[in-house]
């Protein structure tokens, strides 16, 4: 799930196919006094999508303590519109996968994220969710939660500030901003991902790199 | 002590050493129960069971119990017992002498494969019921093709069934039994629940509204930190320390900092104690600033946890201008501290103390005096002194039942023997105590603070240290007092640079077995309440 060189679009008057009809009606519109803009529907929802993020609250160590000043008054989430953490995944959008992943944990994961509606989305907060960070040498940690699930955005930090997740938090909106909402790419088949060979999997173009279980 | 060298002398067949306030017993498994016994009951009781650590000596396993009296508490006996059988160990169970032992021993099974007589309840305490292997034994293999990550979850008849083994004359009886009956209502906590501080997971009996029965599951977070320290050398093995707990975790580092030096016999400059125990106390407000803050929040007010991590930022500031770290401080080190205090660093905290002082006021008029919070708390989730001393139930649980385990008062450490403060306790031990103790103890630890803050002394902020630190052979034992309760280092050492066995006790453990036994009996809505009442940390149990 690469992103690079996002910008975000205007609206371009050639991506109106049939102008004259439009700006017909427009005119006719603005005349009768009517205050009228014209945009793309994606636009639109998305705009009100990236600013309206439900995260769940998922956090398994010391992440999660951050994730807690995140949310509290000085850092502060709520002026980005991603305050109303649920505590049922059927009603997030988005996992901050706060704190190490271990074994016995990564069936728990794996099950919160089959039930989230779609879109959903994942974030891996802090080393330890990136790779495994300072227990990556330990029998029981798994290296990274994208062995397990798709991840989205990354943010490096052992625990990462509060700012570095607001950071991480606008890369995801940015994220959002630029995908089409009525052709969302499918969600990799994860049955498959968390096979034991190693392989790529291809959705509606994205790409996604799966490593594959040691 | 006399008292105590004619209690041991009750024991011949046993080897008694002594140095200084530690003693240390070793018997033969075969009168390891009659020896544990004699000592819980005899004229000195040592009723508090520290730690159960779990040995492996090369040829032999074994387990040291460290034990502790509540009337002379700064006298350890350290009871070992060792077996040579290596396929099927089998020590007897002290978990009908000390109810803590229950978990402990459940522990050492798991990362070792002892078994223990007559022991109830035989699970796996962390690792899932099916892995492969005991992963503190010396020749375990950690290929991760043998255990690989588990893609479905733990099948609930394993959580359920209760393996348990004893000698029945002289044949040995394995039984299994179940741990809910037939029928019974279960309700399941966790472990991914926003309120159980962490990833407990909590198997609950009900009977209508009424909690019939509680069993805690560990494990979702363990982290096998205890293996991970044999490969590590000392200042490595801090990093580890400070993610346990890593709301207490300044103050757990300096556990593991006063052991190696200790070991070494290092002379720490005076200015580093001063430094470290303001450092220290500070962690603790902020400890019980969140502890506050998620119990108010347990019960609903979400205002309280708002003005609690407020607070708490202030903190946090102070920590990243002298330490450069928030949540981790990273700040004490084997011989000192990191780096010298900043230039700021006296300044921000004496505006600090005025400013908490002010707040705390606050904080009671907004929640102590609640009316609805007060009938939420009083009379709820009553733990008796005894009970509380034979759960090992430390810190200001503990206290909050008239125990008085305040490891700065029993073995004063750092500057705390410079300083006049006293040690909060109350007798009742509901649930209103456990809460009120800890915004008296945020009172406390601002007047040890005071008397610090204008009297560091110059010099060295750390002693010089070689570039490898290598501990002389032999056993290290060292407690501080945590937030949330005692919090011990054992170090073995053979004289690398590596240790031979690090254990660390976690005072978190024994809260969630007081939850287990003060949760019967009172309603389902109440038990995240009082989990936040003990104000237990997961990843510091699982470790």
């Known amino acids: 799930m690469e992103v690079k060189d996002i910008f975000i679009r205007d609206m371009k008057y050639e991506d109106f196919k049939e102008n004259e009809y439009l700006e017909g009606y427009l005119k006719e519109l603005r005349a009768n006094g009517v205050n009228i803009a014209v ?51 059927r009603q997030a959008d988005v996992v901050f996968c706060c704190g190490t992943i271990v074994h016995k944990m990564a069936p728990v994961l794996k099950r919160l994220y089959d039930q989230m509606a779609e879109p959903k989305y994942v974030m891996a907060f802090g080393s330890c969710a990136i790779a495994g960070g300072p227990f990556n040498k330990s029998y029981h940690t798994v290296l990274g939660v994208n062995k397990i699930i798709p991840v989205d955005v990354y943010v490096p930090g052992c625990p990462p500030r509060p700012d570095a997740m607001i950071y991480g938090m606008m890369q995801l909106a940015r994220k959002i901003k630029i995908q089409e909402f009525f052709r969302l790419p499918k969600q990799p088949d994860l049955s498959c991902h968390c096979g034991l060979d190693s392989q790529t999997v291809e959705s509606n173009g994205e790409t996604l790199e799966k490593g594959g279980l040691q | 002590m006399k008292v105590i060298d004619e209690l041991l002398a009750q024991f011949p067949y046993a080897d008694v050493e002594s140095k200084g306030k530690s003693y240390s017993v070793v018997v033969p498994p075969k009168k390891l129960h009659e020896t544990a016994f004699k000592l819980r009951n005899g004229i000195l009781a040592f009723d508090f069971l520290m730690d159960i650590v779990g040995m492996d000596y090369g040829d032999s396993l074994g387990t040291i119990y460290n034990l502790s009296c509540t009337q002379f508490p700064s006298y350890v006996i350290a009871l070992k017992t060792e077996t040579d059988d290596r396929k099927d160990p089998l020590i007897p169970s002290v978990s009908d002498i000390w109810e803590s032992a229950n978990l402990y021993e459940r522990e050492v099974h798991d990362f070792l494969g002892i078994r223990f007589l007559n022991n109830p309840d035989m699970r796996r305490l962390f690792l899932r019921q099916d892995w492969k292997g005991y992963p503190l034994r010396k020749e375990y293999d950690a290929n991760p093709e043998i255990n690989p990550v588990p893609l479905i979850n733990e099948n609930l008849d394993d959580m359920e069934s209760l393996p348990s083994i004893n000698i029945t004359a002289g044949e040995k009886v394995e039984k299994l039994h179940k741990l809910f009956e037939e029928g019974e209502y279960i309700v399941n906590f966790g472990p991914q629940h926003p309120a159980t501080h962490g990833v407990l997971h909590l198997r609950v009996s009900l009977d209508g509204e009424i909690i019939k029965k509680v069993d805690p599951n560990f494990g979702y977070i363990h982290r096998g930190i205890e293996k991970m320290t044999e490969s590590y050398t000392y200042p490595q093995i801090l990093h580890l320390i400070d993610r346990m ?52 929040m347990d019960m609903g007010s979400i205002t309280a946890f708002v003005y609690g991590m407020r607070d708490r930022e202030k903190i946090m500031d102070i920590f990243e201008e002298t330490c450069g770290g928030r949540l981790m401080a990273n700040y004490h080190v084997i011989g000192g501290v990191m780096n010298d205090i900043h230039p700021n660093f006296q300044r921000n905290v004496k505006n600090f103390i005025p400013y908490m002082r002010k707040m705390l006021k606050e904080h009671h008029l907004l929640f102590t005096g609640n009316p609805i919070a007060r009938g939420r708390m009083e009379g709820i989730g009553y733990l008796s002194k005894e009970m509380a001393i034979s759960l090992g139930a430390s810190g200001p649980t503990g206290r909050a039942s008239g125990w008085s385990n305040d490891v700065r008062k029993i073995e004063p450490y750092a500057a705390y023997r410079l300083v006049d403060f006293k040690e909060m306790l109350r007798s009742d031990g509901m649930t209103f105590d456990r809460y009120i103790i800890r915004l008296d103890e945020i009172e406390e630890s601002l007047k040890i603070i005071e008397q610090l803050i204008d009297n560091i002394p110059g010099g060295a902020y750390a002693a010089k240290t070689k570039a490898i630190i290598r501990l002389p052979e032999g056993e290290y034992f060292q407690r501080v007092e ?40 009172s309603k389902v809505a109440d038990l995240i309440m009082l989990g936040g009442s003990l104000d237990y940390v997961v990843p510091c149990i699982d470790r």
């Open chain 2, 482 to 521: 945590g937030a949330r309760g005692e919090f011990d280092v054992y170090i073995n050492s053979k004289g690398d640079k590596y240790p031979y066995r690090v254990k660390f006790r976690s005072p978190s453990l024994t809260l969630v077995s007081a939850l287990k036994a003060i949760a019967v009996g």
């Open chain 2, 245 to 296: 707990d890593y709301l207490s975790g300044t103050i757990h580092r300096h556990a593991m900092c006063l052991a190696v030096e200790k070991g070494l016999e290092m002379e720490v400059p005076l200015r580093a104690h001063y430094i470290r125990t303001i450092i220290d106390e500070l962690t603790r407000i902020a400890s019980h600033l969140l502890g506050w803050g998620c119990m108010a």
């Open chain 1, 39 to 89: 945009a793309k529907l994606d636009d639109l929802i998305n705009w009100g999508r990236s600013n309206s993020v439900w995260p769940l609250t998922f956090a398994t160590s010391c992440c999660g303590i951050e994730f807690m000043c995140l949310g509290a008054a000085r850092y502060d989430f709520a002026r980005f519109g991603w305050e109303v953490t649920r505590n049922s995944p």
